[in-house]
């Protein structure tokens, strides 16, 4: 039913509407990425959605995930991670109200 419905849809990430990363961000990123189609070259995008009631601008952030050399290791390691990507929200004159 999912490609009969929503066959020209794509996933591009998942959301969060926690303030910061957490460790389990980086199992659902991984679990994320077993699902996408082969020859993918796009990584999933993930977004933080701050809900906090004392925000005045959109609250989002939006981050990547990239694997670092772990020097704190002795066997010479990769540690995953998130880095900021900038991102903007923008909408259509009829889609102004609900942004």
Known sequence: MF?????????VGFYST??????NDLR?????TRFLPKGTITPPVFCIIDVRPDRKSIPTTAYKMVEKADSGSSSGGI??????????IGAMEAEEVGV
């Open 3 to 11: 490609r009969k419905v929503n066959a020209k849809e794509r996933i």
């Open 18 to 23: 926690g303030p910061q990363i957490r460790t």
């Open 28 to 32: 659902i990123h991984d679990m994320l």
């Open 79 to 88: 540690k995953k991670g998130f880095d900021h990507v900038p991102s903007l």
